[in-house]
């Protein structure tokens, strides 16, 4: 019985030691605050060495620990698909905890990536997140194609202009309604430019979610198959607000399998 507890406890410490977070706080270029993101090298990481990175993007009311710490949704496959492809793991607080992607977000993440490339040699700058991540990741990669590389948007709307829900979060960091700032609305829903998405983009959505409708993912998708370009959808129709584990880590091994740098 000690020899197995010893191991079991020998176990656990070794996948500890597989995936070891550091805090980082830096300060914003857009506005001189003091902002946030998590980083997990991995094991016997060589700066020198080309890695990818998968950036996972929280949800709403949440903030840079999620994708760190929660055992449920599509958090443990992000990190699983972290650990097995050697990939850089990034968690930005993103202006937690109401971020929807608004202009101070979006320029921290800027921010972020070029941090990262001045820091290590980068082959691949991948995107994933949930509900409000889900969103984000959408919108950020039509106003930055050219920094992203691959996307799994999952449980996400590719429409804030029809988007109805958390319009109080929204109005903060959009800095307004959709009455006073309306192209902000319009261009950060990806929906309206899916030319721009030219990566990779895999889906994941539920029939039932009112939380986040899974309409205007489903439309941009079929915009995006019409245009040629590389698009995965994972649909159940009578799919709430979550993505399971194992759709999750599909999604974002058909997007690695697929993107180029």
């Known amino acids: 019985m000690i020899l197995v507890m010893t191991f079991f406890s020998l176990a656990i410490a070794a996948a500890a030691a597989d995936f070891v977070p550091e805090d980082i706080s830096f300060t914003a270029a857009c506005d001189g605050t003091t902002q946030q993101y ?7 990481f060589d700066a020198k060495v080309p890695h990818d990175v998968l950036i996972a993007l929280h949800g709403h009311g949440s903030d840079r620990w999620q994708y760190v710490l929660s055992d449920t949704g599509s958090c443990p496959a992000a990190r699983e698909t972290a650990k097995k492809h050697e990939m850089i793991y990034i968690a ?25 490339k001045e820091q290590y040699t980068i082959h691949r700058v991948i995107l994933c997140g949930g509900s409000m991540g889900g969103s984000s990741v959408l ?30 979060a929204i109005r903060e960091s959009f800095g307004g309604t959709k009455e006073e700032v309306p192209e902000e609305y319009r261009q950060r829903s990806a929906e309206f430019f899916p030319e721009r998405l030219t990566m990779p983009v895999a889906i994941t959505a539920g029939g039932q979610d009112t939380s986040v409708p899974s309409d205007s993912v489903l439309r941009l998708a079929k915009e995006l198959e019409k245009l040629g370009r590389e698009v995965f959808v994972i649909f159940h129709e009578d799919g709430g607000h979550s993505t399971t584990d194992e759709d999750a880590a599909r999604a974002m091994e058909w997007v690695l399998e697929r993107a180029k740098p």
């Not at 998590?38 to 016997?44: G, M, T």
């Not at 919108?139 to 202009?161: E, R």
């Open 38 to 44: 998590v980083r997990v090298l991995p094991v016997d």
């Open 92 to 116: 930005p607080d993103y202006r937690a905890k109401t971020s929807w992607m608004g202009p101070k977000a979006e320029a921290d993440l800027v921010q972020i990536i070029a941090m990262l």
């Open 139 to 168: 919108t950020f990669a039509v106003l930055h194609p050219d920094l992203v590389d691959g996307v799994i948007s999952m449980n996400g709307t590719a429409n804030h202009v029809e988007y109805a829900n958390f319009q109080d």
